[in-house]
């Protein structure tokens, strides 16, 4: 039997499995089973507690200095990958529980370098880290770089982001309503980018204030993306031409997240992070 503990952020929910000494090989077959929301506990992701000294590859190790405490994520479907906003704050609420961390503000590795994280009156927040659009040249010129087709709709533009892991943010064209979006199944990238992307559609609520709904790389359509909240919140301030340090609102149907550019091309992500139940499950 192996320990674990259900956890959420705005809804992102995830299945933690402490495995301090890093001990569990944890194959994309058992991801799966745990993650399956009918034959297993259900999750958009599976998140690792590993100390960063037992991290298999040795760009996470080297961090070890840095962080203490490796989140190795794992998307429903049994892939890895780089970073989860949300994630990292349900796994900061774990390691404080298990007093694995002590303070106010500590540092995590990922997968996607260290990020530290800070306890606020709400939650966390968490220091993403850099950013950059994916093609900044053709972002400058014509807005968006690529191209973008929901399940049964019209081709639309995008703009692609890397937060540590690849974003493709769509800007919702008059007339198409976020609520009749079909996300059943993975919108069509245009060219596709290697490694796939995670796809935010946005429509703006006020200034600084937008709603979006994801489809998330290795699970479907997601409550909520902390990393696709904070890729959505800079590519509309990128398209409002006004690229100042203001706080951007991010409605997600999980709830509401916050996102605040920080300097250096640094981005901050604010939320809630909920731990909902522990116990034994069978690998
Ligand atoms: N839900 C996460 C992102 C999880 C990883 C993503 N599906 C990917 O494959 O990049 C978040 O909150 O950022």
Redesign the pocket.
């Known amino acids: 039997m192996t320990r674990f503990t259900k956890g959420h952020?705005t809804e992102?929910d995830f299945v933690l499995v402490p495995d301090l000494e890093g001990t569990l090989e944890l194959t994309p077959a058992q991801v799966q089973r745990l993650a399956d929301r009918h034959a297993g506990l259900g999750g958009?992701?599976v998140i690792r507690v590993v100390r960063t000294e037992h991290a298999v590859d040795d760009s996470v190790r080297a961090l070890a200095p840095a962080a203490e405490w490796f989140m190795d994520?794992r998307?429903a479907d049994g892939?890895l990958?780089?970073?989860?906003?949300?994630?990292t704050r349900v796994f900061a609420a774990y390691l404080r529980r298990e007093g694995l961390v002590t303070g106010d503000s500590f540092t995590i590795a990922t997968r996607a370098g260290v990020k530290t994280i800070r306890v606020t009156p709400q939650g966390y927040a968490v220091n993403l880290g850099p950013w950059r659009l994916t093609d900044e040249e053709g972002a400058r010129r014509d807005g968006f770089d690529i191209m973008v087709r929901p399940h049964h709709g019209k081709p639309v533009p995008a703009l692609s982001l890397d937060?540590g892991?690849?974003h493709a943010v769509v800007m919702l064209p008059e007339g198409i309503a976020l609520e009749n979006l079909d996300l059943t199944e993975a919108p069509e990238i245009h060219p596709a980018p290697t490694g796939?992307?995670?796809v935010e559609f946005v429509r703006p609520v006020g200034p600084g204030h937008i709603s979006m709904r994801v489809h998330?790389?290795?699970?479907g359509e997601?409550r909520?993306?902390?990393?696709?909240?904070a890729a959505a919140a800079l590519a509309t301030r990128f398209w409002s031409g006004v690229e100042d340090d203001r706080p951007w609102t991010v409605d997600v149907p999980g709830g509401r997240l916050t996102v605040t550019p920080l300097p250096g091309q640094c981005v901050e992500l604010a939320g809630p992070a909920e731990l909902v139940a522990d116990g034994d499950v069978t690998l």
Do not use: F, H, K
């Open positions: 952020g992102n958009d992701g994520y998307n892939s990958a780089e970073m989860c906003g949300n994630g937060l892991n690849p796939g992307a995670n998330e790389r290795g699970v997601t909520s993306c902390g990393t696709g909240a």
